[in-house]
Nanobody
């Protein structure tokens, strides 16, 4: 089992920045690809960003490319999402996930955190 705990969410004005962290415990963190997804009530879960086990491959949703940066520190069992130039449409619950399949597909991830709320005011 892998336990994931997100932190760093909050309320920020448009144009501001937030750094989300996701700490992992349990099985070896470096065995898993890590992804960030977001969801609003009544809407489908949306892929945001993902990074492979070693960090050699990174993917972003078009909506966040150039504004968000995903990174991981395997020594600290943590994945990060640096979010800059935030927009009101970025408002959502952000969840991290661990898996070993196709990194853009949420259904390929085995383990999920509970999420952290990000609210961007206009």
């Amino acid at each position: 089992q892998v336990q994931l705990v997100e932190s760093g969410g909050g309320l920020v004005q448009a144009g501001g920045s937030l750094l989300l962290s996701c700490a992992s415990s349990g099985r070896t963190f470096s065995n898993y690809h890590m992804g960030w997804f977001r969801q609003n009530p009544g809407k489908d879960r949306e892929f945001v960003a993902a990074i492979t086990r070693s960090g050699g491959q990174i993917a972003y949703a078009d909506s966040v490319k150039g504004r968000f940066t995903i990174s991981r520190d395997n020594a600290k069992n943590t994945v990060y999402l640096q979010m800059n130039s935030l927009k009101p449409e970025d408002t959502a619950v952000y969840s991290c996930a661990a898996g070993d399949g196709y990194i853009r597909n949420g259904n390929e991830y085995r383990y999920w955190g509970q999420g952290t709320q990000v609210t961007v005011s206009s």
